[in-house]
């Protein structure tokens, strides 16, 4: 395993402060850093020039592998072909008019990639992976749950990376040499380094949060050899990007790749206005939906709740909780409701914002991912439809699920007020692209929904890392959208307590017997 070096710094023409404009064989260039975003379906590439303006975006889908229950694998070999189509996508766009002059990362987590000698020894294991949920239940009774909890912030289960590589590699660990999550992974292939950093470890299951490090017990207990585990280094942290990088990019050879951090993080700095904010919740909606709050301290809950992740900027913590399935469980019902035309899978959204607020008496608890996490930690859970009869259609009953994930992003919220209030949200990913979702969020939270409509969030706020945009200017023209509450918030607030009486966080903590 090489040892991280720090890059040597910058060329004068790429150092923060100087012109933006760059003379390159007699044309102008804008000088500008390249967001790469490993996200669960798509990876994602966004060009931002130093005055925070986004230049080109990219995206390049790739296939999860699910053949048997609980399967979500993919193969490390399409993330890299994306990436290589979504640059060369970017290239065309720009036509050499603007100079790369840094990448940075962030990625889909928790998602293992265990590397031999050369290469993956196996497809990657991501979160969305059910298989060892009971198995990990099993192992770890509640007086060790609650202890691993204090140490590293994470509620674990058997889809952090620690516990996946027990369950899975019981039969090849001897020929793992390192134990990777997706994003350093990838800066494995771009700089040659085995790095990662404090958001991204706490994915393992195996970060100590106050020691900074790898914690030599956990490690013990989930056969994991330390050894076999990436550096710890800074969010900010560089590296030279290598020769097989620069193929895959085509990038100058050299140029920094910061290593950034897990893609919620990431997300977070992109709207969070570069402040330690305690009373404005962060709502991140992909395939999944993460939930935080900031926090100057790494404060865990009395009732094991919710995750305490480290934040981009080092000594800040987010209070987290995510739900499973949202953007998939809305991709799954426009298949199942919406049949396989494309115009009539919009349609059947378009018809169920039209339908009145409750749809009709159904309610629709979104656990669709095979068991469900934000505060509830039951992996045993399962999408229910309640009040369902025959004068039900498919567009009351994709109104029922838009509604059962914004009740369940409140019941989150709802705990993290417990320490203090709440004044209002920042959104982005694809509720904020939608003014009806944006707006039926607000009136189910009953307060302000800042929507900020990026192509990826993540790989923005990747890109801010680089400490080369001019941050205040990014902010300033990033705008959002603000919603607020309308007189349908009433209506709202009667229907979650039927929503949480008929779906209780209680009865959905239990593990069945």
Partial sequence: MKVPQASAGLSRATKPGNTEAVRTGGVDRTSCVLGIDLGTSALKLVVVSRDGRVMATARQTYAT?????????????????????????????????????????????????????????????????????????????????????????????????????QFHYRSKRQRAKLILSAKDFLFHVLTGLATTDPSTASGYG??????????????????????????????????????????????????????????????????????????TATVLTGSSTVILKCNVEPRCDSQNRYLVTPLAVDGTYGLEADLLASGSAREWAAGV????????????????????????????????????????????????????????DGAKIARALLEGMCFEIRRCLEVFEEEAPLSSARLAGWMAEIPQQSQLLADILGRPVHAFRLSSASAVGAALLSGLIDSKKYFQNTKAIVFRPSKQRHLYNALYVKYAAQFPAAAAIATPE
């Fill in 65 to 165: 592998i699910s053949t048997s229950e609980g399967q979500a694998e993919q193969d490390p070999d399409h993330w890299l072909r994306a990436l290589s189509l979504a640059a060369r996508e970017i290239r065309a766009r720009l036509r050499g008019k603007v100079l790369i002059e840094a990448a940075a990362l962030t990625g889909q987590m928790p998602t293992l990639v265990v590397l031999g000698r050369y290469k993956p020894i196996a497809h990657a294991i991501t979160w969305q992976d059910s298989r060892a949920d009971e198995w990990g239940t099993e192992r770890v009774d509640d007086h060790l749950r609650r202890e691993i909890y204090l140490k590293t912030g994470v509620l674990i289960d058997g889809r952090y990376l620690a516990p996946m590589f």
């Fill in 337 to 392: 409701l919406g049949g396989g035309n494309r115009n009539t899978q919009k349609s059947i959204w378009d018809l169920a914002y039209r339908v009145n607020p409750g749809a009709d008496g159904l309610l629709f608890a979104p656990f669709l991912a095979g068991g469900e996490q934000g505060i509830l930690w039951n992996p045993h859970l399962r999408g229910t439809i309640s009040g369902l009869t025959l004068t039900h």
């Fill in 206 to 279: 195996l970060y100590n949060l106050c020691r900074n490090a790898w914690d030599p017990e956990l490690c013990n207990f989930w056969g994991v050899p330390v050894e076999h585990l990436p550096c710890v280094k800074s969010s900010s942290f560089s590296a030279p990007l290598s020769k097989r990088g620069s193929q895959l990019l085509g990038c100058k050879p050299a140029i920094p790749v910061v290593l950034g951090c897990a893609d919620s993080v990431a997300g977070t700095h992109a709207i969070g206005r570069g402040q330690v904010d305690s009373h």
